[in-house]
C-alpha cells in the first residue's frame, strides 16, 4: 500500500510540473536589482527532467549556466567576474516561475538582491 501511494505522488508532482517544465524552456529577459542600479541579463534556459541548462548574455559575453527545476521552483548558477567590484564568484539565483514571469532572489560574493524575469517573445 505505501508503495503504491508513494508512486502515485511521483506521478501526481510529474503531472503537475510537467507545464512548468514546457513552458520554462526559452529565452527569459532578467531584470537585476543591485546596490548599483537595475542590470539585465538574457538567459536562455532548457529543462530536462529536474535539470536546467543555458547560457546567460550580459555585459561579458555569454556564459554557460547549470541549474535544477523542482515544481515551480528553479535553482541557476554560473561564474562571473564584475569589473565594477573587482570580484570574480558565482552569481546563484533561486526563483519561482509564473507562468511567463520568474522572480526571486540572487547572490553574488557578498552581494544579493531581488530580481524580476520575463519570457522573450
Do not use: C, Q
Request: hydrophobic share 40%; aromatic share 8%; glycine share 14%.
Amino acid at each position: 500500500m505505501r508503495k503504491t501511494v508513494a508512486t502515485a505522488v511521483a506521478v501526481l508532482l510529474t503531472v503537475l510540473a510537467a507545464p512548468v517544465l514546457a513552458g520554462i524552456n526559452g529565452t527569459w529577459n532578467f531584470v537585476f536589482d543591485t546596490e548599483g542600479g537595475e542590470r539585465r541579463a538574457s538567459i536562455t534556459l532548457k529543462a530536462d527532467g529536474g535539470k536546467l541548462t543555458g547560457k546567460v548574455a550580459g555585459d561579458s559575453g555569454e556564459t554557460e549556466i547549470t541549474g535544477s527545476v523542482e515544481g515551480d521552483k528553479i535553482h541557476i548558477e554560473f561564474p562571473y567576474y564584475s569589473e565594477e567590484a573587482g570580484v570574480k564568484a558565482v552569481v546563484k539565483i533561486d526563483g519561482t516561475v509564473s507562468g511567463d514571469k520568474i522572480s526571486g532572489e540572487w547572490e553574488f560574493d557578498i552581494y544579493s538582491g531581488t530580481f524580476e524575469a520575463s519570457k522573450a517573445e
